[in-house]
C-alpha cells in the first residue's frame, strides 16, 4: 500500500464540518478558537493524568472517559471521541483488561488532535 | 458564597465540560456563569434572574445535575431549565423532565438545535410569567410561587399576604375596607383587625424590599390603599 492510500485509509482525527462551524463562529471574537484550544488541552491532560492513576477502577474510568468523550465530541476530535467512548464502555461493563492499551491510543490521539488545532 | 452583579441577564451553566460555556455564550451571544459542581450552583446568588439554565446530567461519579434541578426550579420559577445530556436512555430524559427541566439538549451541542430548543422555551416562558403574574407599579406578583418581584430583588409571601396584596392590586389605587379584605383574604371567616394589621405588615415589608415606589397607606376609618408615593417635592 503507498503512503498515499494508507493516508487516505487512516482514521480522520478532526470533524472538518464540526471545525469550520466553531471557525465561523469565532469569527468576531479571534481568541475564541485559541480559547477552546486550550481549555480542550488543559483539561485533557488532566483527565489522561487521572485515568492512569486510576486505572483499576471501573466507574472512574467511566465518568472520566465519559467526560472526554463529551468534551472531544464538541470540539470536533472524532477520533478522540471515538476512543474516548470505548474506555467509558470498558468501564462501564467493567471490563478493564485492555484498559492500558487503549488509554496509551486514546493520549496519542490526543496529543496528535491538540498539534492539529493549535494550527487552525 | 458566590454573588455577583449581573446587571444583564446571563446563562447559568452546571457543567464539568469546559467548552460548553465558551460555545453556548459564543453562539447565544449571551454571557455566561458557569459551575461544574452542584454545591456550587446552588450557593450562587445574583441581583438578575438567568435568561436560561443548562444543566449537564452526568458531573462527577457521584453528582447528577438532576439533583439540583428540583431546587433551581423552585428558586428561578419562570426561568427555562435545558438539561443536557449524551445518554440515550429515555429513562433519564423522562426523569429530568418530572424533576422541574423544561427541555432537554443532546451532546454534542448542535448549536441550531440549542438556539431554537431555547427560543422555543423563551416563548413558553414567558406565557407561563403572564399568566401567572400581575404586574402593579414596578412589582411583579407571582402568584403560583407566592412571589413579589421588583427592583432586581424578590419576596415571599405567606398565602395570606398574597390575597391581601392580590386584593389592593386589583382595586387599582381605590381604597380597600377592612371588612373586605378579611373576607377575601380569609373566605369570610371571622377575623380581628390584628390579625389583618399583621398580615398587611408582612406586605409592606415586602414592598419595602422589592418597590421602588409603591406603598400601603392607611386610611383610617375607610380601610387601605396600595399607591403610588408621593415624591419628595410633592411631600414639600
Same mark, same amino acid.
Given at each position: %500500500? ?14 472538518? &464540518? ?6 465561523? #463562529? ?6 475564541? %478558537? ?36 463529551? %468534551? ?10 471515538? #476512543?474516548?467512548?470505548?474506555? *467509558? ?25 491538540? *498539534?492539529?488545532?493549535? @494550527?487552525? | %458564597? ?87 436512555? *429515555?429513562?433519564?430524559?423522562? *426523569? ?84 373586605? @379584605? ?8 371571622? !377575623? ?16 419595602? &424590599? ?8 392607611? @386610611? ?14 410633592? !411631600?414639600?
Amino acid at each position: %500500500m503507498s503512503r498515499a492510500t494508507a493516508k487516505k485509509w487512516e482514521e480522520k482525527l478532526l470533524d472538518d &464540518e464540526k471545525i469550520h462551524y466553531l471557525l465561523e #463562529l469565532g469569527k468576531t471574537k479571534p481568541h475564541f %478558537m485559541p480559547q477552546l484550544v486550550e481549555a480542550f488541552a488543559k483539561c485533557s491532560v488532566e483527565i489522561f493524568k487521572e485515568l492512569k492513576g486510576r486505572r483499576t477502577e471501573p466507574e472512574t474510568i467511566f465518568h472520566l472517559g465519559h467526560k472526554l468523550k463529551g %468534551m472531544s465530541s464538541n470540539i470536533g476530535a472524532q477520533k478522540l471521541e471515538r #476512543l474516548a467512548a470505548e474506555i *467509558e464502555n470498558a468501564g462501564k461493563d467493567g471490563k478493564l483488561y485492555d484498559i492500558d492499551a487503549l488509554i496509551e491510543e486514546a493520549e496519542i490521539a490526543f496529543f496528535q488532535t491538540r *498539534e492539529l488545532l493549535t @494550527l487552525k | %458564597m458566590k454573588s455577583v452583579s449581573l446587571k444583564n441577564r446571563y446563562l447559568l451553566i452546571l457543567d464539568d465540560d469546559p467548552l460548553v460555556s465558551p460555545i453556548l455564550e459564543q453562539a447565544l451571544e449571551v454571557e455566561s456563569v458557569c459551575f461544574s459542581r452542584t454545591k456550587e450552583i446552588l450557593a450562587f446568588e445574583a441581583d438578575v434572574d438567568p435568561l436560561a439554565i443548562f444543566v449537564d446530567l452526568h458531573l462527577t461519579e457521584s453528582e447528577s445535575g438532576l439533583d439540583v434541578i428540583p431546587q433551581l426550579r423552585n428558586r428561578f420559577a419562570s426561568t427555562p431549565i435545558l438539561v443536557i445530556t449524551s445518554s440515550q436512555t *429515555e429513562e433519564s430524559l423522562s *426523569e429530568s423532565l418530572a424533576t422541574g427541566a423544561d427541555d432537554f439538549i443532546r451532546k454534542p451541542l448542535s448549536l441550531k438545535e440549542v438556539t431554537a430548543r431555547l427560543q422555543r422555551r423563551l416563548g413558553d416562558a414567558d406565557q407561563r410569567v403572564a399568566a401567572d403574574s400581575v404586574k402593579f407599579g414596578d412589582v411583579v406578583l407571582h402568584r403560583e410561587h407566592r412571589q413579589l418581584r421588583g427592583a432586581g430583588k424578590r419576596a415571599e409571601l405567606s398565602p395570606l399576604g398574597q390575597r391581601i396584596l392580590q386584593a389592593l392590586i386589583e382595586a387599582k389605587g381605590t381604597v380597600v375596607s377592612r371588612e373586605k @379584605l378579611k373576607k377575601l383574604a380569609w373566605n369570610g371567616r371571622a !377575623v380581628t383587625d390584628n390579625a389583618l394589621d399583621r398580615k398587611v405588615y408582612e406586605v409592606r415589608q415586602a414592598l419595602k &424590599e422589592t418597590s421602588r415606589c409603591l406603598q400601603i397607606t392607611t @386610611l383610617y376609618g375607610s380601610g387601605f390603599v396600595l399607591e403610588v408615593k408621593p415624591s419628595k417635592s410633592e !411631600v414639600a
